[in-house]
């Protein structure tokens, strides 16, 4: 698929957009795919494509959280083979099953994303307010705690989630950190930010494996390169960005999205 100088600049500020939400509150993706799905590339490879450009984003978001990561090793050991397992089981299923099955599931997925990004600032205040309750978390002492079963359970369905959609895995991962982790909001976001790397990074290998003819390349390194820059400015400077306007920016194109891939339903494709 060729692009023109104007869409390759949009689809650059996308993943530039994208690579610094993610690191911040996550839900990259509910920027990207929106871009992708209007610029005319087919919803499956518009899923493809984008997982494999935000590599490059996670990469320089997890470098910018190595710290609070470096907290946190016991806890990141225990959940990172949940995550690559989850990872794989949904690129399988996105790959697998018939694209009119994306057709239907993805509106709903996008929808179910654009509320629980709506409703993040609530999710955060409830984890703050829980943390609190227990008398505060100390940073040395989260990652001697002991995980519930119920967390292993959630973070491997967010990671079969997180391979076959993508959008919104982030949001979903500091919601049930805030409920069953005992770490603060720094070291839930850095775990946070290495599991859905890990997760597109598996997603990415098995699309090269399997359907390699699905990747836009040009795609691939317009939201990589745009990705890149925005996981670091995101780590650095993206905790004083407005997280009213990253939220409101997500929602708006995330409501074009799924108003676009409605009225393809409707139409029959």
Not at 96 to 118: K, T
Request: with cysteine.
């Amino acid at each position: 698929m060729l692009l023109d100088f104007w869409q390759e600049i949009l689809v650059f500020l996308g993943g530039l957009w994208a690579g610094t939400i993610n690191t911040v509150v996550g839900s990259g993706t509910l920027v990207t795919f929106p871009i992708l799905v209007a610029l005319g590339v087919a919803p499956v490879n518009a899923v493809v494509s984008n997982a494999m450009g935000l590599v490059a984003g996670g990469f320089s978001g997890a470098w910018g959280y190595r710290r609070e990561a470096a907290t946190v090793k016991r806890t990141l050991l225990k959940l990172v083979p949940l995550s690559i397992i989850g990872g794989l089981i949904g690129s399988l299923l996105l790959l697998n099953l018939p694209e009119s099955v994306f057709g239907v599931v993805a509106p709903v997925l996008l929808a179910a994303a654009l509320v629980l990004v709506i409703f993040q600032p609530k999710l955060a205040a409830w984890a703050k307010t829980r943390q609190a309750a227990r008398g505060g978390t100390d940073p040395d002492a989260a990652d001697q705690a002991r995980i519930p079963a119920i967390l292993y359970v959630l973070v491997f369905l967010i990671g079969v989630y997180g391979g076959y959609f993508t959008a919104a895995q982030g949001v979903l991962l500091m919601a049930v950190f805030g409920v069953f982790l005992q770490a603060s909001l720094q070291q839930s976001n850095a775990i946070k930010v290495i599991l859905s790397l890990l997760v597109n990074i598996i997603a990415a290998c098995m699309y090269l494996i399997i359907a390699p003819e699905r990747i836009q390349w040009i795609v691939v390194l317009l939201i990589a390169v745009g990705s890149l820059i925005g996981g670091f400015i995101g780590a650095k400077i993206g905790r004083k960005l407005s997280p009213l306007w990253l939220r409101a920016v997500i929602v708006v194109l995330g409501l074009i999205a799924l108003a676009n891939m409605l009225l393809k339903l409707v139409n029959g494709g």
